[in-house]
């Protein structure tokens, strides 16, 4: 900033190519890595900037809902949040699990 008004005031020329790259804004936030599973509060605001969405999806999943082709597997539960989260990964900054869905099923959950 300080060669930008110096040069504005008339005390330096242009910055030089180097000059300038030494410029550039760093980026803020870093990208999630895909098997990250927390986030802290810069890597919510990137998601939210690059997603321009605010979304946060809660995953209270009620094993009496869950469709039926899906009680067929080990885990029906974490069958159905997945693919709920891999239909929505783009659109979605957040998941919220409701932790009173998994006591509800005990240890199993």
């Known amino acids: 900033m300080q060669m930008i008004l110096a040069f ?4 330096k020329n242009l910055p030089s190519d180097e000059e300038h790259e030494t410029l550039k804004p760093k980026p803020l936030f870093k990208p999630l890595q895909i098997s990250q599973t927390t986030m802290n509060r810069e890597d919510l605001y990137y998601h939210i900037k690059q997603k321009k969405s605010f979304l946060c999806i809660g995953l209270d999943t009620d094993i009496a809902k869950i469709p039926l082709y ?3 597997f080990h885990d029906p539960v974490y069958e159905f949040n997945k693919q709920i989260i891999k239909a929505t990964h783009d659109l979605c900054v957040a998941y919220k699990p409701n932790i009173a ?5 005990g240890s199993e959950s």
């Not at 504005?8 to 005390?11: A, I, N, R, S, Y």
């Not at 869905?101 to 099923?105: D, I, S, V």
Request: net charge neutral; hydrophobic share 40%; charged share 35%.
């Open 70 to 72: 899906l009680l067929n």
């Open 101 to 105: 869905f998994y006591e509800a099923r």
């Open 8 to 11: 504005f005031k008339g005390e």
